[in-house]
DNA sequence: GTGCATGCAAATCCTTTGCAGTGAT
DNA sequence: ATCACTGCAAAGGATTTGCATGCAC
């Protein structure tokens, strides 16, 4: 199965990274970190948290940030800042990098990716003497649905 | 004076937009206008309302908020998410549309425009049916000093 | 055995809310 | 005179912190 080829993966990545930086490897840690490569949404901490006691794991909330602190540090997990609630994650290795467009109205997100990101991160960090390593770009507006449940609205 | 004819022209166009949508025209809300557009950086609430406190001002923090709320929905600022913690804001009359690069370093705030991202928007627009109004692009990564700085201190 | 990681709860930070009083219309 | 706006302080939500305990090394 693919999502087990993946976990078995990242699994050995993150052992790999605990110790080349001499951190422990806890069973809470990988826990977190099956959880997070088994699912496909963005969600907080928060979510995160309450579906791992779901499945009866004992995780307390600090160590749900600790964890998710150190895997977007190596890279595994990737935080959002959609907005001034809650950050959102998502896992991010082996997933090509993209960008989100989100629905003002419904709040949905879509994934998209094109190559002239890329062109202006490196055109835009050469020009202003910057090492960019990373990006967000978010698109907001209406999705097609929400556009026309609100003309249908006025008419 | 430049700046002088500038919150001339928001006054009006915040007046306008006033009585168009039937709300009061109080002193609080002009007067904040006015700190915002006499400034030129990127501030938060707290900042506003330090700032004008210093300017023996009496108007609550509540007000800042609600009139920061009110002015990003007529468009005369604009309010960013740079990270989890405070929201930080910026004026946006006659101010060309921008993007920002950060350095997660020193955290200097650089901006830049490039027309490919309007590119992006319409076309990614059209491809996945939405109808893009507003979009955030920022670049992490570090500035030419900062990298020199760690350079410097490995050696 | 040592000391980093965890669990829990309290603390903190930013923002929103409730409500009484004020002032724009 | 009405009721939207303000000021104040309390509440709220997300995240961080402090400290005692436990477990990876």
């Known amino acids: 199965m693919k999502q087990q080829e993946l976990i078995a993966q990242v699994t050995e990545y993150f052992t790999r990274y ?3 930086h001499q951190q ?15 699912r496909n949404d963005h969600f907080d901490a928060e979510k995160l948290f ?3 006691k779901r499945k009866k794991h004992r995780i307390s909330r600090a160590t749900v940030y600790n964890t998710l602190e150190l895997l977007v540090q190596c890279q ?3 935080k ?3 907005d001034h609630t809650q ?5 991010s290795f082996g997933y090509r990098q993209h960008d989100h467009i989100i629905c003002k109205n419904c709040n949905k997100v879509v994934e998209f990716c094109d190559p002239r990101i890329q062109q202006i991160t490196s055109k835009m960090g050469e020009l202003l003497d910057f090492t ?4 967000t770009l978010i698109l907001y507006g209406l999705c097609g649905d929400c556009l026309r449940d609100q003309t249908k609205k006025k008419s």
Chains 1, 2 share one sequence.
């Open 18 to 20: 605990l110790e080349e």
């Open 24 to 38: 422990r490897k806890t069973d809470e840690r990988f826990i977190l970190l099956e959880e997070i490569y088994s």
């Open 50 to 52: 309450e579906d791992i």
């Open 76 to 78: 595994l997990v990737k």
């Open 80 to 82: 959002h800042q959609f």
């Open 87 to 91: 950050s959102l994650f998502e896992k």
């Open 132 to 135: 960019i390593d990373n990006h």
